[in-house]
């Protein structure tokens, strides 16, 4: 749908709704409201990007510490739990959000200095993900050739909180949004039940009660403004008793008729030995950076690989758990029988020059011919460092009129090329005459000043 028709919608729909949304005139449909309220959310399908930056602080209650510490006992046979040890102890904590996003790429960041942080970026290509624990030794990576199903879903209600009132679709996490309906509740079956002032704001009180299994009945309490129509906060209850609430303030008009709340807040209750609700944690997050539809910097979506921690790479469709191996300056090199090639490497006494590259590609291609005719003045190593065929290998060759040896990757290329700490291709490793490393990572071009 056309932006211009969407806002027409939405605006449609909230005049149909604020004309009864006055304090003390007659009621409104519950009906309409639920379904304005989900209008001024529809304003996330047309924009062309998206980035915010959320400060959040988490509280937990004395009862709920108590909780956790039955529950750690119970578990894991510990009596004296730590804080350093379980995250779940600590009565405060503060943490970082990040969360960028445009028509190709996405960038999710979390950071809680007292227990861990985690980034996933999607650049357009592929998935990388790095997990580092603060207080233990704990860190890796993981590398997906696409985005794994619910790798991202619900990425702003799930971390954010908002929105909550029905499901939303993206390319970055497809849903059969009509699969949800009986969840979040159709608009047609929501009830008015009351008027009341929640949190500060005058509102409408809506009810929606969803039978599940074994007899058990929840209800979505919905809180409205009476004035705006904006969705101001939502309970769960169990048998009338709250089980989680969310609720939301301090709202911005970021498009025509669509909304976006700056404070996000939820809290979680459990039940007391007396069958009663009782707080267990609050989470309140603020936004202090906002910004739609501009231009997202590059560097948002890049997520650098840092050698010696583990790599759980899942590209190919298979887990393969290897780590980069750190740079190689100042080693030295051993051999290239892994390539196919002879070993021990040339008799020392002239400088080496290693060439990862992958004919495939343009740029790897573009350099091959300079790389041979650099054999009179340096020994030159060339290794084909991705998958390919003898037969494709001695066609390009032929194309390039290269007649030296090609090395070769007969296992798996990709952990091969990252024990070599080649991050990219093609990739150049120089040594001294010595066959120590003395460069790696560098342009051609730049092979003069790296031999002086």
């Excluded at 990739?427 to 342009?443: M, N, P, S």
Aim: some cysteine; glycine content about 6%; hydrophobic content about 40%.
């Amino acid at each position: 749908m056309e932006n211009r028709e969407r806002c027409l919608i939405i605006g449609a729909l909230a005049c149909l709704v604020s004309s009864s949304l006055c304090w003390g005139q007659a009621e409104p449909n519950a009906a309409e409201l639920v379904r304005a309220v989900r209008a001024t959310e529809m304003w996330l399908h047309d924009c062309n990007s998206l980035y915010l930056r959320v400060q959040a602080r988490w509280t937990k209650t004395p009862e709920g510490i108590a909780r956790r510490r039955a529950e750690i006992k119970a578990e894991y046979g510990v009596d004296a739990p730590s804080v350093r040890q379980f995250s779940g102890l600590r009565a405060t904590s503060e943490q970082s959000l990040e969360v960028a996003v445009d028509r190709t790429r996405v960038r999710y960041l979390t950071d809680d200095p007292g227990y861990w942080r985690q980034l996933k970026v999607y650049d357009g290509n592929e998935l990388r993900i790095h997990e580092k624990y603060y207080h233990h030794d704990q860190e890796h990576y993981g590398l997906y050739a696409e985005i794994p199903e619910r790798m991202f879903s619900e990425l702003f209600a799930c971390y954010y909180g908002w929105p909550r009132s029905q499901a939303h679709s993206s390319w970055y996490d497809p849903r059969d949004v009509n699969a949800t309906v009986d969840f979040y509740g159709p608009a047609e079956l929501f009830k008015l039940v009351d008027q009341q002032v929640y949190r500060g704001v005058p509102c409408y009180v809506l009810d929606y009660q969803q039978s599940l299994r074994l007899g058990s009945v929840w209800t979505y309490r919905w809180f409205v403004g009476q004035s705006d129509g904006l969705l101001y906060g939502i309970q769960s209850l169990s048998s009338g008793q709250p089980s989680v609430e969310h609720w939301w303030s301090d709202y911005r008009q970021v498009v025509p008729g669509g909304w976006f709340p700056m404070k996000s807040s939820w809290c979680f209750y459990d039940l007391s030995e007396a069958g009663k609700a009782q707080l267990n944690s609050t989470c309140n997050q603020e936004v202090v950076e906002f910004h739609l539809n501009e231009p997202l910097a590059d560097e948002l979506f890049v997520l650098s690989i840092q050698p010696g921690v583990k790599i759980q790479d899942n590209r190919s469709g298979k887990l393969r758990v290897y780590r980069l191996s750190p740079s190689l300056l100042g080693k030295a090199v051993e051999g290239f029988s892994e390539f196919g090639l002879p070993s021990p490497p040339p008799d020392k006494g002239k400088p080496l020059l290693i060439a990862f590259v992958d004919l495939e590609q343009r740029p790897s291609r573009h350099i091959l011919p300079r790389l041979v005719a650099l054999e009179d003045r340096i020994e030159t190593i060339i290794i084909q460092a991705a998958p390919m065929t003898p037969e494709a290998l001695a066609i390009w060759r032929e194309k390039l009129n290269v007649s030296c040896e090609i090395g070769t990757i007969a296992g798996d290329a990709e952990a091969v090329r990252w024990s070599w700490a080649a991050t990219s291709l093609p990739w150049l490793i120089l040594t001294d005459d010595k066959h120590v490393v003395t460069a790696e990572g560098f342009a051609l071009d730049e092979l003069n000043g790296n031999l002086e």
